[in-house]
């Protein structure tokens, strides 16, 4: 593991250019776009930016992404293992819209710049860096965005793929590989999807509700995150837990409360920071607020 420390204390670079990179072109982009996504997509106007899920009929989360507002484009980032998924999805309800999609991730790469002083670390090589969560800025034939990956303060740099060498030599900081910022996301709180966010699960379960507009209008899947918002149907959340010691428990493991079960881990790892496991769980309703304690075999988990 390396660059864990940098991530925490100060800034780190992580190479993310596997994240899928799909441009959407056309007049009708952004209709296309708010008919099948949960956020609005409407609104957006250039330079800014939203996080979104893409839905199925039942309501249950297929991916998810972040869309980045162009003068001419809206710019989908995707993780790895959707971006196919997002493309063939988008691409089936194109019907008789003035949409064209392309999938940029092959010519373009994403490096992102997390930790305290991220923003520092770019303001000294001279890029511009946005406020706003999801807002954007150009610099020269880059892109600066404020999103991250590890809950950390950070940005995303989009940028030519033969830029790398440079763009990684001007930044000057340490790398952070996969470990370390697994580690650091989970210190967060924050999840993945295809770990802690799949297709079995609800939009509300997922307990990510800067993804959701509830008064945007019909898209795809809207009936069931307004019966569960107005029914109150929720019976389960994605949760942040702390576990004593060491052990790591695998996906899929149960712990329990009061005798039954009260949760399931989407993911885990150990902190050396904290000296302790820090995991995330769809935690039962009951058992889904801070300072809950649920047991993990012979250690106790604590729910924040």
């Known amino acids: 593991m390396k660059?864990?420390?940098?991530?925490?204390?100060?800034?780190?670079?992580?190479?993310?250019?596997?994240?899928?990179?799909?441009?959407?072109?056309?007049?009708?982009?952004?209709r296309l776009l708010h008919a099948?996504?949960?956020?609005?997509?409407?609104?957006?106007?250039?330079?800014?930016?939203?996080?979104?899920?893409?839905?199925?009929?039942?309501?249950?989360?297929l991916a998810d992404a972040n869309i980045l507002c162009r003068e001419d484009h809206l710019l989908l980032d995707t993780e790895p293992e959707t971006r196919e998924r997002i493309f063939a999805h988008l691409d089936h309800y194109i019907i008789a819209d003035d949409v064209t999609l392309e999938d940029t991730t092959a010519r373009a790469m994403t490096i992102a710049v997390e930790g305290p002083r991220s923003a520092e670390v770019l303001t000294h090589i001279g890029a511009s860096v946005p406020e706003a969560n999801y807002a954007l800025v150009p610099w020269g034939s880059r892109i600066v965005a404020?999103?991250?990956?590890?809950g950390s303060p950070g940005f995303?740099?989009?940028a030519p793929v033969d830029e790398k060498p440079t763009?990684?030599?001007?930044?000057?900081?340490?790398?952070?590989?996969?470990?370390?910022?697994?580690?650091v996301r989970l210190e967060h709180g924050k999840p993945r999807y295809a770990e802690d966010i799949t297709d079995r699960f609800l939009a509300q379960e997922?307990?990510?509700?800067?993804?959701?507009?509830?008064?945007?209008?019909?898209?795809?899947?809207?009936?069931?995150?307004?019966?569960?918002?107005?029914?109150?149907?929720?019976?389960?959340r994605l949760m942040a837990v702390d576990i004593r010691g060491s052990t790591v428990?695998?996906?899929?493991?149960?712990?329990?409360?009061?005798?039954?079960?009260?949760?399931?881990?989407?993911?885990a790892a150990f902190s050396p920071a904290l000296a302790r496991v820090v995991a995330l769980a769809y935690v039962?309703?009951?058992f889904a607020q801070t300072g809950s304690i649920i047991d993990c075999g012979d250690m106790q988990a604590t729910v924040r």
């Not at 996504?37 to 930016?49: C, E, F, W, Y």
């Open 36 to 61: 099948i996504t949960t956020n609005h997509i409407d609104q957006l106007k250039p330079d800014t930016g939203c996080y979104v899920f893409f839905l199925d009929a039942q309501g249950r989360v």
């Open 206 to 236: 997922t307990n990510q509700s800067h993804a959701l507009h509830f008064n945007k209008g019909c898209y795809l899947g809207q009936e069931v995150v307004e019966r569960v918002r107005t029914r109150a149907l929720l019976h389960r």
């Open 249 to 267: 428990p695998a996906p899929g493991t149960r712990l329990t409360a009061q005798g039954k079960v009260a949760a399931e881990v989407t993911s």
């Open 146 to 150: 404020r999103i991250n990956s590890t």
């Open 156 to 158: 995303f740099v989009f």
């Open 3 to 30: 660059g864990y420390e940098a991530l925490r204390e100060s800034a780190a670079w992580i190479d993310l250019s596997a994240r899928g990179k799909i441009r959407v072109n056309g007049d009708d982009r952004a």
């Open 284 to 286: 039962r309703t009951e």
């Open 167 to 183: 763009l990684i030599a001007q930044l000057g900081i340490e790398q952070a590989d996969a470990e370390a910022a697994r580690i």
